[in-house]
């Protein structure tokens, strides 16, 4: 029986799964025999990647990355037994979920869990300590906090490894003996005594940086796209000519040939002088093969091989750019992009360009990003240029296949998924001479009011910007509420973030930098306020002083209260001044209209139904809004008996929607008929 299944793809063969083994039994017993032999992963073949007694466990197949983070290394406790068993203990509860008292967490969860708790035991093997309970001693903790501040940790680092230490709290249980720490570490209080760092919060490019870096990728990436086939014809005409100076290589030295990159036995000793070697016995030179792209694209210098691998990373980092920079896409949601991930779609009559790919932070689905029409070029043209590639990668999780960003490092290996954007990215800004001036660095320090101390540290005034993937997020929010592009209700929604204050979080500074270059029609301002005041005025008035009937949490209150009005409610110029002053508020959408303003948390402008049952008492809604959810019970309904093949995710959240169409239809007294999902029975 496993515990941990979601750790495997549903192709992953069963028999070759890892089973449940009492590993707690053999520590307790002392048979470190048996518990060393414990198999801890295996691939899909059944080969063992890592058993409990190894110092590196390699769980590649639970990990499915290209990332570099595909095991844990146990190898600085090597001397010190106790320690080492321990910390492996840990590492192997949280990997198999054997705490009750949450949810089973994703490997990326697990991973950055082992390396937060390696803080610890670093420390506890400082101090010669043989377990965690060693910090059950005022006197160690002391000194456990004493160790942390020399660091100069800032206190979302302190936070994260207070909560391992609460997580190996909770397996207690699982290990059957206490560490004897008496409770929760409160992680907020303790991580803001230890540090007067706040979160450091990913800068926004500057915007003259901004757009030389996307203007660049822009312009690298339309005029590459008439000679797309070409380029990547050169990419496989070097390899398959460095192929034929190998074979010849390789054939001289099976007939006894010797060399000086080889010994007496035809073993190749100096693998530098083999590469000569093969360079020099290629039928072709790498300059007569790229001569005729560069007649083609004059503008860029190709005279050699390292001009042509150059050019074509900088063309594979620019489609990357403008996949990033105009989607604010995650790393790990730009890493599934694949061939076929843009589609344009038409809405009233307007052409949106759209991004589809997988998120993972609040549990995987798919999704699409609204983005800028370049995105089609640079897919076609990442495409092109890595198809050749993507037929030879071994992929970690075979159901994110052919995703776009791949590389061949060297002519004699084989091509990988891209995991190292950082330096990429930065070498991008490096060769093209991106370079930050006075007022780049003036302009960071006003637009990042949270990340002084991370401006001092990395914007160096002279040198290359040092351009990472999460800017392009950064940066997207800052300007879209800088020049009002956009809201922040819209950034939420593109962002996939759960609630608005993480989306307000990405846009800090942003609204301070378009105050500062408004300039407010005073008059104007007052007359749209007076016109905003009294329609909000009118339509409350209205709720309150008719006999029409209303749905929502706060609708039926009011129908309730309508023989009894309360003094706030009671007249059109009572309403107008509590509208004016602040006290009343009215938001609508769509869906409904909702009293509580900025106290509410959003949910319902993805989730509507969360709005019918409003938990914060604040949902309207009108016959207007009744007919809403009314076209959307029939437009549900008739989609969920289409028979698509739709996920249990996506029923239970069309159901809900369904519901509460029916919930307020009900209300108002309109004909429907109730919709009777097609439930399946699953043998167990």
Request: glycine share 6%; net charge positive; with cysteine.
């Given at each position: 029986?496993?515990?941990n299944?979601?750790?495997?793809t549903?192709?992953?063969?069963?028999?070759?799964?890892v089973?449940?083994?009492?590993?707690?039994?053999?520590?307790?017993?002392?048979?470190?025999?048996?518990?060393?032999?414990v198999?801890?992963?295996?691939?899909?073949?059944?080969?063992?990647?890592?058993?409990?007694?190894?110092?590196?466990?390699?769980?590649?197949?639970?990990?499915?990355?290209?990332?570099?983070?595909?095991?844990?290394?146990?190898?600085?406790?090597?001397?010190?037994?106790?320690?080492?068993?321990?910390?492996?203990?840990?590492?192997?509860?949280?990997?198999?979920?054997?705490?009750?008292?949450?949810?089973?967490?994703?490997?990326?969860?697990v991973?950055?869990?082992v390396?937060?708790?390696?803080?610890?035991?670093?420390?506890?093997?400082?101090?010669?300590a043989?377990?965690?309970?060693?910090?059950?001693?005022?006197?160690?903790?002391?000194?456990f906090?004493?160790?942390?501040?020399?660091?100069?940790?800032?206190?979302?680092?302190?936070?994260?490894?207070f909560?391992?230490?609460?997580?190996?709290?909770?397996l207690?249980?699982?290990?059957?003996?206490?560490?004897?720490?008496?409770?929760k570490?409160?992680t907020?209080?303790?991580?803001?005594?230890?540090?007067?760092?706040?979160?450091?919060?990913?800068?926004?490019i500057?915007?003259?940086?901004?757009?030389?870096?996307?203007?660049?990728?822009?312009?690298?990436?339309?005029?590459?796209?008439?000679y797309?086939?070409?380029i990547?014809?050169?990419?496989?005409?070097?390899?398959?000519?460095?192929l034929?100076?190998?074979?010849?290589?390789d054939?001289?030295i099976?007939?006894?040939f010797?060399?000086?990159?080889?010994?007496?036995?035809?073993?190749?000793?100096?693998?530098?002088?083999?590469?000569?070697?093969?360079?020099?016995?290629?039928?072709?030179?790498?300059?007569?093969?790229?001569h005729?792209?560069?007649?083609?694209?004059p503008?860029?210098?190709l005279?050699n091989?390292?001009?042509?691998?150059?050019?074509l990373?900088?063309?594979?980092?620019?489609?990357?750019?403008?996949?990033?920079?105009?989607?604010?896409?995650?790393d790990?949601?730009l890493?599934k992009?694949?061939?076929n991930?843009y589609?344009?779609?038409?809405?009233?009559g307007r052409?949106?360009?759209?991004?589809?790919?997988?998120?993972f932070?609040?549990?995987?689905?798919?999704?699409?990003?609204?983005?800028?029409?370049?995105?089609?070029?640079?897919?076609e043209?990442?495409?092109?240029?890595?198809?050749?590639?993507?037929?030879?990668?071994?992929?970690?999780?075979?159901?994110?296949?052919?995703?776009?960003?791949?590389?061949?490092?060297?002519?004699?290996k084989?091509?990988?998924?891209?995991?190292?954007?950082?330096?990429?990215?930065?070498r991008?800004?490096?060769?093209?001479?991106?370079?930050?001036?006075?007022?780049?660095?003036?302009?960071?320090?006003?637009?990042?009011?949270r990340?002084?101390?991370?401006?001092?540290?990395?914007?160096?005034?002279?040198?290359?910007?040092?351009?990472?993937?999460?800017?392009?997020?950064r940066?997207l929010a800052?300007?879209t509420?800088?020049?009002?592009?956009?809201?922040?209700?819209?950034?939420?929604?593109?962002?996939?973030h759960l609630?608005?204050?993480?989306t307000?979080?990405?846009?800090?500074?942003?609204?301070?930098?378009?105050?500062?270059?408004?300039?407010?029609?005073?008059?104007?301002?007052?007359?749209?306020d007076?016109?905003?005041?009294?329609?909000?005025?009118?339509?409350?008035?209205?709720?309150?002083?008719?006999d029409?009937?209303?749905?929502?949490?706060?609708?039926k209150a009011?129908?309730?209260?309508?023989?009894?009005?309360?003094?706030?409610?009671?007249s059109?110029?009572?309403i107008?001044?509590?509208?004016?002053k602040?006290?009343?508020?009215?938001?609508?959408?769509?869906?409904?209209?909702?009293?509580?303003?900025y106290?509410?948390d959003?949910?319902?402008v993805?989730?509507?139904?969360?709005?019918?049952?409003c938990?914060?008492?604040?949902?309207i809604?009108?016959?207007?809004?009744?007919?809403?959810?009314?076209?959307?019970?029939?437009?549900?309904?008739r989609?969920?008996?289409?028979?698509?093949?739709?996920?249990?995710?996506?029923?239970?959240?069309y159901?809900?929607?369904?519901?509460?169409a029916?919930?307020?239809?009900?209300?108002?007294?309109?004909?429907?008929?109730?919709?009777?999902?097609?439930?399946?029975?699953?043998n167990?």
């Open positions: 029986m496993m515990h299944p979601h750790l495997y549903g192709d992953f063969p069963r028999q070759h799964q089973g449940n083994v009492d590993v707690i039994r053999l520590y307790h017993l002392k048979d470190w025999d048996s518990l060393n032999e198999v801890v992963c295996r691939d899909k073949n059944g080969g063992v990647t890592a058993r409990f007694g190894e110092n590196k466990w390699c769980l590649m197949p639970f990990a499915r990355t290209p990332k570099g983070i595909g095991s844990f290394n146990f190898q600085d406790w090597d001397n010190t037994p106790e320690l080492l068993v321990e910390f492996k203990l840990l590492a192997y509860g949280w990997l198999f979920h054997k705490s009750v008292r949450s949810q089973a967490h994703k490997y990326t969860t991973y950055s869990r390396i937060a708790i390696k803080v610890v035991y670093r420390f506890l093997k400082q101090i010669k043989n377990s965690l309970s060693e910090l059950s001693n005022n006197k160690s903790f002391e000194a906090k004493a160790y942390l501040v020399t660091q100069d940790r800032h206190q979302q680092g302190l936070k994260t490894i909560a391992a230490i609460n997580r190996a709290i909770c207690e249980p699982w290990l059957k003996y206490s560490f004897g720490l008496g409770g570490i409160e907020t209080l303790l991580s803001k005594a230890l540090s007067d760092k706040d979160t450091r919060q990913t800068l926004v500057p915007e003259r940086l901004s757009d030389a870096i996307y203007g660049k990728a822009i312009e690298l990436i339309e005029e590459a796209i008439p797309q086939k070409s990547a014809k050169v990419e496989s005409d070097l390899q398959k000519n460095y034929k100076g190998k074979d010849i290589v054939a001289k099976k007939k006894g010797r060399f000086c990159c080889t010994d007496d036995n035809g073993n190749i000793v100096d693998n530098h002088n083999y590469a000569l070697l093969i360079c020099d016995n290629q039928p072709l030179k790498s300059s007569e093969i790229i005729s792209l560069s007649i083609q694209i503008s860029i210098k005279s091989a390292n001009d042509f691998q150059r050019y990373g900088q063309l594979i980092t620019a489609c990357y750019i403008v996949c990033g920079g105009f989607t604010g896409m995650r790990s949601e890493g992009l694949t061939p991930s589609f344009k779609d038409n809405i009233n052409d949106f360009h759209m991004l589809q790919s997988n998120t932070k609040l549990g995987e689905k798919r999704e699409t990003w609204i983005t800028a029409p370049i995105a089609k070029q640079a897919i043209l990442a495409s092109t240029l890595t198809k050749a590639w993507r037929r030879q990668i071994n992929y970690p999780d075979s159901r994110y296949v052919d995703t776009l960003w791949c590389n061949r490092i060297a002519r004699s084989p091509p990988v998924l891209i995991s190292n954007w950082s330096s990429r990215l930065q991008f800004c490096r060769q093209i001479g991106f370079v930050v001036t006075q007022e780049d660095y003036q302009e960071c320090l006003v637009s990042n009011p990340s002084i101390v991370r401006i001092k540290q990395s914007v160096v005034i002279g040198q290359p910007w040092k351009l990472s993937s999460h800017q392009f997020r940066s800052f300007y509420i800088k020049y009002r592009l956009g809201s922040k209700v819209a950034l939420k929604q593109q962002f996939k609630y608005l204050a993480m307000e979080w990405y846009t800090n500074g942003g609204q301070l930098a378009s105050l500062r270059d408004l300039r407010l029609d005073i008059d104007m301002q007052k007359n749209l007076e016109i905003n005041t009294e329609m909000i005025t009118s339509k409350i008035f209205q709720q309150w002083h008719s029409q009937p209303l749905s929502g949490t706060m609708g009011i129908i309730k209260m309508r023989g009894n009005v309360p003094h706030i409610y009671s059109w110029e009572t107008y001044a509590a509208v004016e602040g006290t009343l508020t009215l938001h609508g959408t769509a869906h409904s209209y909702c009293k509580n303003g106290d509410c959003m949910e319902g993805v989730m509507p139904q969360f709005c019918v049952n938990k914060g008492q604040g949902s809604i009108d016959k207007d809004q009744a007919l809403w959810w009314q076209k959307r019970h029939k437009s549900l309904v989609y969920m008996e289409l028979g698509e093949d739709i996920s249990v995710t996506d029923k239970s959240h159901i809900t929607q369904i519901r509460a029916e919930k307020v239809m009900a209300d108002f007294d309109m004909f429907f008929t109730s919709f009777v999902p097609d439930l399946k029975v699953m167990l």
